[in-house]
């Protein structure tokens, strides 16, 4: 979708929100598949309220973009603009055992900033692409953690009531791989209470999690994580293999020789390729083991 109205191009700048038109979202995926539509960067939270009331305004659908990690884009010219939060230095702020980050800070860059001031409990963690605010909002998870755990607070533009508001802890479900936020829910700011360690001892579970990650995952492809949630006490990656289908591709959408529940593009796939393998492996499986399996890739399918 293209934004060309002047007048609404023009609020963009006065709300400090910078257009970028037709923008390739291959480029800023992990599977680098996705078509093509405007991307407005926000530099100020606070904008927020009255970028959407002008996008709602001028019918123009939109959605939340963290770090494109988790993500499967539809191809072709998209019929949203993208709404994605600039950086702001610092985006990590400690205040004793608490850490005060933005919704748009790196995952790993956090989770290291954190050990090498003495607070752990994220080692799980390090590894997974993307951003704070996108791990937050489906509750990521590795090696027996998972974020929801050290969360007190968070700051979020609510897709309901288009309003900046601030959630306790408490007031927020995190189960496995999905938390009580709204899909169209957009996460600004998190408290993560973290306990004490030394970075040493942090370092060593880092290490220890970097090794099991790098000897069973994929991690040079082009890839989204895992495309599935596991079922209640089995393995999607254990169910695809024995099934035999490392290596079925579809166009160049391919399943991982390595772990059978990561899907890469290796090469041109696009998003039809992709969907076409993930609906043939879950039809397989499910012929199978009579159990059908959910996504846990999200997909922006136009
Ligand atoms: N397995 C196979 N073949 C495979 C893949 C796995 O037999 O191709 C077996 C393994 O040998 C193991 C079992 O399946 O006995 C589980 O595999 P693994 O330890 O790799 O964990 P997983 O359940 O496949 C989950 C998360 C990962 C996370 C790892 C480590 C989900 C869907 N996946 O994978 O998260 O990194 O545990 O904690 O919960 C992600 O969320 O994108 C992701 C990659």
């Given at each position: ?6 007048k ?15 923008k390739?979202l ?14 407005l ?15 709602d305004?001028?019918?123009i ?8 990690s988790?993500?499967?884009v539809?191809?072709?010219e998209?019929p ?7 950086r ?15 919704a748009?800070a ?10 090498k ?62 938390t009580?936020?709204a ?12 306990p ?19 000897s069973?995952?994929?991690?040079g ?12 006490g ?14 079925l ?28 393998l ?6 397989r ?6 159990v ?11």
């Amino acid at each position: 979708m293209r934004i060309r109205d002047p007048k609404v191009v023009a609020k963009f700048a006065e709300m400090h929100v910078d257009l970028q038109p037709g923008k390739v979202l291959a480029d800023l995926t992990s599977l680098g598949i996705g078509g093509t539509t405007d991307l407005l960067r926000i530099k100020n939270h606070e904008s927020l309220p009255d970028l959407l009331k002008l996008l709602d305004a001028n019918h123009i659908q939109h959605k939340f973009l963290g770090g494109g990690s988790n993500l499967l884009v539809g191809d072709g010219e998209l019929p949203w603009v993208v709404l994605q939060l600039v950086r702001p230095e610092p985006d990590v702020v400690l205040d004793g055992n608490f850490a005060h980050v933005d919704a748009a800070a790196d995952l790993g860059r956090m989770i290291t900033f954190c050990a090498k001031n003495d607070l752990g409990g994220m080692e799980g963690l390090i590894g997974v692409p993307g951003t704070v605010g996108g791990a937050l909002r489906m509750n990521a998870g590795a090696y027996g953690m998972q974020i929801g755990s050290y969360v007190r607070e968070v700051k979020l533009f609510r897709a309901a009531s288009r309003k900046i508001e601030v959630l306790r802890g408490n007031q927020i479900s995190f189960e496995y791989r999905h938390t009580s936020f709204a899909p169209d829910d957009m996460m600004l700011a998190v408290i993560l209470e973290l306990p004490s360690k030394p970075y040493k001892e942090i370092l060593q579970g880092i290490r220890i999690c970097n090794e099991k990650r790098r000897s069973s995952q994929p991690l040079g492809q082009k890839s989204a994580g895992c495309i599935f949630k596991n079922p209640p006490g089995a393995s999607a990656g254990r169910m695809i293999d024995e099934l035999g289908l490392k290596g079925l591709s579809v166009g160049d959408a391919r399943v991982s020789d390595r772990h059978a529940n990561f899907f890469v593009n290796a090469g041109r796939a696009s998003a039809k390729d992709m969907l076409r393998l993930i609906a043939e492996v879950r039809e397989r499986v499910q012929k199978t083991y009579g159990v059908s399996l959910e996504n846990e890739v999200v997909v922006w399918n136009a």
